[in-house]
Structures are given as structure tokens and as C-alpha cells.
């Protein structure tokens, strides 16, 4: 088993330089431009479909920007009570790993606040409902029943992934993001920076004191999560459709109207649906990281893992 840099004291020493608090990203003084793009376009893909304009385009970006922060509430709704249970398996043997860990655990909580106070902004911008799936609640408990080192897994997958939209908003910075998306991709990262080292040494800690068989059963339920996770990005790529295409056929010009037909709608889902596997699970799965602590776990989940991301990728 390969050992990490890192250690859990020199994580929590890290990760209290960082610190930053929701109401410095969004408030009174800080709202969202809904002239602006809010999601990089290469996350959304909103063109691929040939036939939404500039300005339909960027109504798709903003349902897709709420259902961003509604799926990511999601995934903080799933890790909390993992970490916490780590924190009650392991004790206080190592004081540094509970406070890094109760640190990690409060600051998903500070996270679900941030995706809230969003979505909030995002609601009294954007005068339409957006559809969601759901209850969050009910499918993180079904996630959440998942051995720990599958949801651990699944965890560090996502927070690679959180690396990977900050950089694309960098990259595309100059397609007039709206500031305030990109502080809050920029922010989350930063502390997911830190999330990814103690998802690690957890995983690598679990992993010694598993017998094999359970290894490959965490392992399994890894990669049968994955799965669950692409027929509720599925699922929520459906009703993002269903959003615009309520949205467009409520339009209050003419010129804006639009009814889609179901030709259109189908096309558009199918696009979607692309973007969507590539933003939350090939930027994960494939992620070098994340595939070298597999290859420390497994060379087989790799292996695996790299075949899964080419199959997600088509
Ligand atoms: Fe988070
Ligand atoms: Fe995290």
C-alpha cells in the first residue's frame, strides 16, 4: 500500500488557512449577472443541440446552474454522515484526524448552505420554476447504504471532480462568466483541495483493516454506485428538457417564444445527457488522482475505471 505525503496533522494545519464564509460569496452586495453565463460552457454544452440561440443557450445555462448546485447538495448529503461515522469508527486515537475530520464534516454543511444561498439568488433571478429530482434526502440514505469504501470512493470522485469545473472556469473566463459562479466553483475547490487528502488517508486506512473479499465488495458497490449516480444525472437532464421547454413556450415576446417540438426535445436530452456524463462522472472517474489511490486499492478498479470513463465518454 502505497503511503500518502500528507498526514492528517499536516491536512487540518492546512486546511485552517483556508477560510472563507458563504456570505463572502453571495449577499446584498453580491448578486448574480443573468446576462452572464454561469456554468462554463464546456459543462453544459448548450450549442451541441444546433438549434438553441444565443440567448436560449444561456437560459439552458442557468437551468443547468441550479440543477448544479441541487445535484451538489445532493452529494454533500451523502458524505456528511459518511464522515461522521469515520470519525466514530476511528475514536480519538489520532486527535489531528478527528479535528481534521469534524472539520471536513462542518464544512459540507457550510457547502449545502453556499448551494442553498444560490439557488435562492437563482430562484428570484431567473422567475421560473426548475424542475429537480428527488428527494435529496431519499437518495442520499440509499447512497449512503453503500459499504463506507464504495460512498468514500464515490466521495473522492467528486471532489476531483470540483477541480476539474474550477479549472474549466478558468479556461473560459473570458466567455463572460458571472463572477460570483466562478468564486463559487473557485471556493468550493479550495476546500475540497483538502477533502480529497482526507478521503485518502481514510480510504487507505480502511483498506488495511478490510479482508479482501470485502475489499472487492467495496469496490463492486463503487462502480454499481457510478451507475445509480448516471440514471439520476439521467433523470435530471429529463427534466432540465422539461424546464426550458416550459420556459421558452412562456416566453413573453414572440420573438422569444418558442414551442419545442418533441424532435427537438429528444435531440436536446441526448446532448445533454452527454454533457451531464462527462461533466460529473468522466471528470472523476478519469481523474489521474482518483485513479492512482484505485491502483493502490485495486490495479483490477483501474483498469476498470479507465474502461468506464471511455464507455461514459461516447
Ligand atoms: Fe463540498
Ligand atoms: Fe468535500
Known amino acids: 500500500m502505497a503511503i500518502a505525503t500528507y498526514t492528517y496533522e499536516s491536512t487540518w494545519r492546512e486546511s485552517r488557512k483556508v477560510n472563507w464564509c458563504v456570505d463572502d460569496l453571495i449577499g446584498p452586495d453580491k448578486s448574480m449577472d443573468f446576462s452572464r453565463l454561469f456554468l462554463p460552457d464546456s459543462l453544459v454544452r448548450a450549442a451541441d443541440s444546433?438549434?438553441?440561440?444565443?440567448?436560449?443557450?444561456?437560459?439552458?445555462?442557468?437551468?443547468?446552474?441550479?440543477?448544479?448546485?441541487?445535484?451538489?447538495?445532493?452529494?454533500?448529503?451523502?458524505?456528511?454522515?459518511?464522515?461522521?461515522?469515520?470519525?466514530?469508527?476511528?475514536?480519538?486515537?489520532?486527535?489531528?484526524?478527528?479535528?481534521?475530520?469534524?472539520?471536513?464534516?462542518?464544512e459540507e454543511?457550510?457547502?449545502?448552505?453556499?448551494?442553498?444561498?444560490?439557488?435562492a439568488a437563482l430562484e428570484r433571478g431567473f422567475h421560473h420554476h426548475c424542475h429537480c429530482v428527488g428527494p435529496v434526502e431519499d437518495i442520499a440514505r440509499e447512497i449512503g447504504a453503500y459499504p463506507p469504501?464504495?460512498?468514500?470512493?464515490?466521495?473522492?470522485?467528486?471532489?476531483?471532480?470540483?477541480?476539474?469545473?474550477?479549472?474549466?472556469?478558468?479556461?473560459?473566463?473570458?466567455?463572460?462568466?458571472?463572477?460570483?459562479?466562478?468564486?463559487?466553483?473557485?471556493?468550493?475547490?479550495?476546500?475540497?483541495?483538502?477533502?480529497?487528502?482526507?478521503?485518502?488517508?481514510?480510504?487507505?486506512?480502511?483498506?488495511?483493516?478490510?479482508?479482501?473479499?470485502?475489499?472487492?465488495?467495496?469496490l463492486e458497490g463503487y462502480f454499481?454506485?457510478?451507475?445509480?449516480?448516471?440514471?439520476?444525472?439521467m433523470a435530471q437532464a429529463k427534466l432540465d428538457v422539461l424546464t426550458l421547454t416550459e420556459v421558452l413556450a412562456s416566453a413573453s415576446t414572440p420573438a422569444s417564444c418558442q414551442i419545442l417540438s418533441k424532435d427537438q426535445q429528444q435531440r436536446l436530452y441526448a446532448s445533454q445527457a452527454q454533457a451531464y456524463?462527462?461533466?460529473?462522472?468522466?471528470?472523476?472517474?478519469?481523474?489521474?488522482?482518483?485513479?492512482?489511490?484505485?491502483?493502490?486499492?485495486?490495479?483490477?478498479?483501474?483498469?476498470r475505471a479507465i474502461g468506464l470513463t471511455k464507455a461514459l465518454s461516447y
Open 50 to 106: 444546433g438549434y438553441l440561440d444565443l440567448e436560449q443557450q444561456l437560459i439552458l445555462n442557468h437551468i443547468r446552474a441550479n440543477s448544479y448546485l441541487h445535484l451538489f447538495i445532493l452529494v454533500e448529503a451523502f458524505i456528511i454522515p459518511m464522515v461522521v461515522d469515520q470519525v466514530k469508527q476511528m475514536g480519538y486515537g489520532n486527535i489531528f484526524a478527528t479535528q481534521a475530520l469534524l472539520g471536513f464534516a462542518e
Open 109 to 119: 454543511g457550510k457547502h449545502i448552505y453556499l448551494f442553498q444561498q444560490f439557488m
Open 149 to 218: 469504501l464504495s460512498v468514500l470512493l464515490l466521495t473522492l470522485q467528486f471532489e476531483w471532480t470540483t477541480q476539474i469545473h474550477y479549472l474549466e472556469s478558468i479556461r473560459h473566463r473570458q466567455d463572460h462568466l458571472d463572477p460570483c459562479f466562478c468564486d463559487l466553483l473557485k471556493y468550493h475547490w479550495l476546500e475540497e483541495a483538502q477533502h480529497t487528502k482526507l478521503d485518502t488517508l481514510m480510504a487507505y486506512g480502511l483498506v488495511e483493516r478490510m479482508s479482501a473479499d470485502d475489499v472487492d465488495a467495496g
Open 277 to 303: 456524463r462527462w461533466a460529473f462522472l468522466c471528470t472523476g472517474v478519469g481523474h489521474p488522482n482518483f485513479l492512482q489511490v484505485l491502483e493502490h486499492i485495486s490495479p483490477n478498479a483501474k483498469e
Open 224 to 233: 454499481e454506485l457510478v451507475h445509480k449516480l448516471e440514471q439520476t444525472l
